[in-house]
């Protein structure tokens, strides 16, 4: 797919914009006599280096499709839950600069939560900052007939998004998610479930 020459150029214009404040930002930081400053200025220098490379690589490359699969784990789950388990999902990523969106819908298979659960669907949406390196945060709402549904979620991912092909990325992601989950036993209790999951998903950027 052929790249709007103006597109680009705006897009080239925008990221020099961006890279010439956090510049400025460095300076003034580097250059303060505060200790408490003085400490974290490597660790800052690195993360502003990651941001910097993000937001300038892959121009042009702002849509992603893709399907991929994610393995899950849990602690503290509720009597009668899965404590790991396998899902599946498709993938749209819209990054126009340093920032994006991204929307997913997860698949859990029958049987694949909780012991008698019905097949779950997961929409979810989540604000990307980051391009080849990213970090994002969102949330997920489950739908479908089982009982374990309607119990919204939030995400806390990092991941990569590499290229192996001009227009095929392979994306390998971690995420933290936040539930609660409905306690069985007793109809008005819910649980708060920390989740951990890490994801590969093969896309096509255009």
């Known amino acids: 797919m052929a790249i709007n020459s103006k597109t680009l150029s705006r897009k080239v214009q925008v990221d020099k914009i961006v890279i010439e404040y956090i510049l400025k930002i460095l ?12 400490t974290m200025k ?3 220098a690195i993360g502003i280096m990651f941001l910097v490379m993000a937001s300038t690589s892959f121009a042009g490359k702002t849509h992603q499709f ?37 929307a997913n819908l997860e698949y859990y298979p029958e049987d694949s939560v909780y012991t008698d659960n019905d097949v779950v669907w997961e929409p979810q949406a989540l604000f990307v900052i980051g391009s080849w390196i990213y970090g994002a945060a969102g949330i997920g709402w489950p739908i479908g007939d089982s009982e374990i549904a309607n119990q919204p979620a939030a995400y806390l991912k990092a991941g990569l998004n590499l290229s192996i092909l001009p227009l095929v990325k392979l994306d390998i992601s971690g995420k933290y998610k936040y539930q609660r989950l409905k306690d069985f036993s007793d109809n008005n209790k819910k649980h708060t479930v920390d989740g951990f999951v890490i994801g590969a998903s093969i896309n096509i950027a255009l």
């Open 27 to 38: 300076y003034f930081i580097f250059k303060s006599t505060n200790t408490g400053v003085k």
């Open 42 to 44: 490597k660790y800052f």
């Open 66 to 102: 893709g399907l991929g699969v994610n393995f899950w784990d849990t602690t503290d789950e509720p009597i009668d839950y899965d404590s790991s388990g396998m899902s599946y999902f498709g993938t749209y990523r819209y990054t126009p600069g340093l920032w994006g969106i991204e």
